[in-house]
């Protein structure tokens, strides 16, 4: 098994896995998320999305709350999914030149990273669905496993983790101006 290399800066690697199977969650009921974590500063995105959504539903779902952030990927390591292997998936990924590696779900050997944070997830999750842990406001509006995403990641970032010894907050560096230099090269 080929080890992953380590990258120089922030989002040059990601992982990316799918945590299916959740509680209908948020104003458009999502029962599934895509985490995307960086393995460089092991910052985490978790992106509230459907189990039946297909390649272009997640492409789409991915340059507008992923990559406008953080600029183009190298390299993306994903386990097998139907997603990751359509046609329009992979053109996606030759035509912004990156790599698309793939591993096998749950092999820790190759994305101990993202089993990692997607057990932590996972769960987190249940606990808040399990003891009914909804938090409402005078207006009625409820906060579910999906609208308390932002308040993860963000505990997530602010914590410091043993392996930086650092927390991801301070690691991470928007790569915004190589990602807008990297298209208008191309045009």
């Not at 080929?2 to 896995?17: F, G, L």
């Not at 492409?59 to 183009?72: E, K, P």
């Not at 769960?123 to 938090?135: K, N, P, S, T």
Request: proline residues 6%.
């Amino acid at each position: 098994m080929s080890q992953i290399q380590e990258p120089k800066s922030p989002w040059e690697i990601a992982h990316m896995v799918w945590v299916k199977a959740l509680p209908p969650g948020g104003d458009r009921s999502f029962n599934a998320c895509l985490l995307l974590a960086d393995r460089y500063s092991k910052t985490p995105m978790f992106l509230p999305c459907h189990k039946a959504d297909k390649a272009m539903d997640t492409a789409i779902m991915i340059w507008n709350r992923f990559i406008i952030h953080t600029g183009l990927l190298q390299k993306i390591v994903s386990d097998i999914d139907p997603k990751f292997t359509s046609e329009l998936w992979t053109n996606l990924h030759n035509f912004f030149g990156e790599k698309l590696s793939l591993s096998r779900a749950y092999h820790p050997q190759t994305d101990v990273l993202a089993e990692t944070m997607i057990q932590n997830l996972k769960g987190i999750i249940r606990r808040i669905w399990a003891y009914g842990l909804d938090f409402k406001y005078s207006d009625g509006f409820t906060h579910d496993w999906c609208t308390l995403i932002p308040a993860l990641e963000m505990a997530y970032k602010t914590s410091i983790h043993s392996s930086p010894g650092k927390k991801p907050a301070m690691l991470e560096n928007v790569g915004i101006q190589d990602f807008l230099i990297k298209i208008s090269r191309r045009t």
